[in-house]
Structure formats: structure tokens, C-alpha cells
């Protein structure tokens, strides 16, 4: 008889976003007359910019004619787009990374899950707490994290360091010492940051200890303080000690067209074992590539034009931001994020726990969010809102909570 894996059957209820998805479906059903508005879930709203669409309809005729004809896309994924990632991602900010230290993916979801395979699994993991929850929910699907406390909603084997109003949602080094850390910054769910000093701080931390920074940078188009870094690489030291993950979802709207990149510098090793090297051979063993049309789509978003455009688009969802922020402000309640990041962060009132402030939302101004316990116990109390809805619907919400 065949066995499964059973560290599967270890996750905990259902994906945070399922339930979501599932109470908002059977609340539509039962009202159908109720038009919901939707800032839960972080997709985005605008189409894809005009210089990305052409580069895909040209891509296309490509593909259409059989002297350009495109197969399986290269491991690492096509020089062209890795070229223009090394240059206008790193080199133009200073940072030393080469098209050979960069793997191009369908996306940083996946490669969150998946960096981790290359890991031992006796390796113990310090998350923010509120977290991603995929950081957590891969680990445990890999057998890392131990026994699960249900009444505290913790891991007995995942170090987990509390994110709250009384440490500004800043991490603080663990007590006990980790292997594999994960950072989010700017941070999914709290929108926090952190200045580049502070970072440098995580840095020396985990070449001291020996750790290794998973570093989800998959909001650093939506920073516009200065002294807030874009990537963990403008910090001296990061070579040896950080793995980043960097998406095209948030910033170009590839939601629905998938896009994404890992960094692995070779600098990065375990002894004399190249992580570079493992997670080469794990993405030529498990991944084709992303299709030629999607990474000439990536490709363009660093044109000129394709620039200016994300610029643009950017700058709407962070308005919508400034106004969910402003306004549910006026309206009373204890508000953060919102500005280096398209998250809206804010304490739940009257003492409602964060699932029974979503059912009171949905219930009584149909409107979605994502409450803050899904994302880990520190979470509880608060509830997220996004930027990503249009700018018409995001006001007509904030109309609707004001006069709850």
C-alpha cells in the first residue's frame, strides 16, 4: 500500500484565502442583491501597461513564424530579460549581482514554497509574526516545524518574533538562534518598513549566527522613503548570507500573466557547497521556464516607456492607499502602513476579534478584507485592506465603514 506524505496532514484548517473566498461565496449566494466590494485578496485592477502589451503581441508574431519559434526557455530563464534585471534592478542601485545569480520563475510564491527544498530539514525557521502564511505553511508541508499548538497557533519547532504596535511592527532578533529567516519588506500584511541601517542590522546578524535570509522583496516598487532599501543587497555583507525573492504581481500587474525571479549569489554556500549550484539543479530538474512571451513582457517593463507606465500604476494604487489610510483615520480607527506599501493595517474596534470584525464588514457595508489572525497570533486584533481595488470602489468602502 502506497503512503502519503504526513506532514501534509499536519496544515492546519484551510488556506487563509479559501476561507475567505468560501464565507464571501455563501454570503453572495444567500444575498444576491448586495454588490460587495472586494480589499481582501492583493490582485491588482489595473490592466497591464501598454508597453507590456505590445511587447507580447510582438512576441506572438514571433511564435508564429518558424524561423523565430521558441521551445522550452533556458533554466535560468532567457539573457535577455536576466540581462535587464542585473542592470536596472541591481547595478543601478549599486548592487553586485550578475544575470548568473539570477533564476527566472512563474512567480515569488512559488519560489518562497519551493526555495526551501534545498535546506536540510532539521533546520529551524524565524518568521515575523504576522506572517505570509505560505513561509510557514511550505515548512510544514517539508516537516520543519514540529508539533502544532492549536489554542496558541503556533509551531513548537518555528521561531516565531512578534510584529506589533508596541515594537512599531519591526522585527527584533530572536532569542533563540535560527538557521533560515524569512523577511517580508515592505511587509505583507502590516506594510511596515525598515531603513537600510536596520537592515544592515539583519545582515551582520545572520553572517554572525549563520543564517540565511530568505528576503521577500515583492513590494519594492511601491517604496518612496530613501533611506528605505529596495534590496537586501544594497547591504554590505548580503552576498554570503541572502536569498532574494522578487515578483512582477505587484508592480506590473502579472497577477494573471506570472512572472517572478529568485537571486542566489554564488557567494552564498554551505561549506564549500554552492547554493547557487543546488537551486540551479533544483529549477533545471523541477521548472521549463516561464513561456518566451511572458519574459518578453518582463523585459519591457524596463523600456523607457514600460517605466513610466508602472510608475503610474504604482502611484494609483498608493492614492488609493492615502485614502483608505486618511479616511478610516477620520473615522476613528488606529491605522498603519499605507506608505511604502499597498497594505492598509488597522486594530479591529470595540475589542472584536479580527474574523469577527471581517463577518461584521461583510455583513453590514459588504465589504472584504483579510482578517489578521490568518496571518499568525501577533495578528490577531487587526485586519488588512488593500490598495489594489479601483479608485471608485475604494472610496464607495470607505463610505460605507464610516457610517458603521
Known amino acids: 500500500m502506497f503512503k502519503i506524505n504526513e506532514n501534509y496532514q499536519k496544515l492546519p484548517g484551510s488556506y487563509l484565502f479559501s476561507t475567505i473566498a468560501k464565507k464571501v461565496s455563501a454570503y453572495t449566494k444567500a444575498n444576491p442583491e448586495k454588490e460587495i466590494i472586494r480589499l481582501g485578496i492583493g490582485d491588482v485592477t489595473q490592466p497591464l501597461a501598454p508597453a507590456v502589451i505590445e511587447a507580447m503581441h510582438k512576441a506572438v508574431d514571433e511564435m508564429g513564424n518558424a524561423d523565430s519559434f521558441r521551445g522550452y526557455a533556458p533554466d535560468l530563464g532567457y539573457e535577455f530579460l536576466r540581462n535587464a534585471i542585473a542592470e536596472h534592478d541591481y547595478r543601478s542601485r549599486g548592487c553586485d549581482i550578475s544575470p548568473e545569480e539570477i533564476f527566472v ?29 505560505v513561509y510557514v505553511d511550505s515548512n510544514v508541508m517539508a516537516g520543519r516545524t514540529g508539533v502544532y499548538d492549536a489554542q496558541a497557533g503556533t509551531w513548537s519547532n518555528v521561531i516565531y518574533m512578534p510584529c506589533t504596535m508596541e515594537n512599531n511592527f519591526v522585527p527584533e532578533f530572536p532569542k533563540e538562534t535560527p538557521d ?42 511601491y517604496i518612496s522613503e530613501p533611506e528605505v532599501a529596495h534590496s537586501i543587497y544594497e547591504c554590505q555583507g548580503a552576498k554570503t548570507c541572502a536569498i532574494e525573492l522578487k515578483s512582477y504581481s505587484k508592480n506590473a500587474g502579472f497577477t494573471g500573466v506570472r512572472l517572478g525571479y529568485t537571486v542566489v549569489p554564488r557567494e552564498l554556500k554551505c561549506g564549500e557547497v554552492s547554493l547557487n549550484h543546488m537551486w540551479a539543479r533544483r529549477h533545471g530538474t523541477k521548472f521549463n521556464g516561464a513561456p518566451y512571451i511572458v519574459q518578453r513582457a518582463g523585459e519591457a517593463t524596463y523600456s523607457p516607456e514600460g517605466k513610466a507606465q508602472l510608475k503610474e500604476q504604482v502611484a494609483y494604487y498608493m492614492k488609493n492607499a492615502a485614502a483608505i489610510k486618511n ?10 502602513g499605507g506608505v511604502n506599501a499597498p497594505y492598509i493595517w488597522l486594530k479591529t474596534p470595540e475589542q472584536m476579534t479580527s474574523w469577527e470584525f471581517f463577518d461584521y464588514l461583510l455583513e453590514k457595508a459588504n465589504v472584504v478584507g483579510t482578517p489578521g489572525a490568518g496571518f499568525g497570533p501577533s495578528g490577531e486584533g487587526y485586519f488588512r485592506l488593500t490598495a489594489f481595488g479601483s479608485y471608485e470602489n475604494t472610496l464607495a468602502a470607505l463610505e460605507r465603514i464610516k457610517k458603521l
Not at 122 to 127: F, G
Not at 192 to 214: P, S
Open 105 to 133: 520563475s512563474d512567480g515569488a510564491k512559488s519560489d518562497s514554497a519551493n526555495i526551501q527544498e534545498i535546506f536540510g530539514p532539521d533546520n529551524r525557521i524565524a518568521v515575523c509574526d504576522p506572517v505570509y502564511p
Open 180 to 221: 533560515l529567516i524569512y523577511l517580508c519588506l515592505p511587509n505583507n500584511p502590516t506594510g511596515t518598513t525598515i531603513t537600510r541601517t536596520q537592515l544592515q542590522e539583519w545582515v551582520d546578524y545572520a553572517n554572525q549566527v549563520g543564517a540565511v535570509i530568505i528576503y521577500d522583496a515583492a513590494y519594492e516598487a
Open 327 to 336: 479616511g478610516l483615520k477620520e473615522a476613528g480607527y488606529t491605522v498603519f
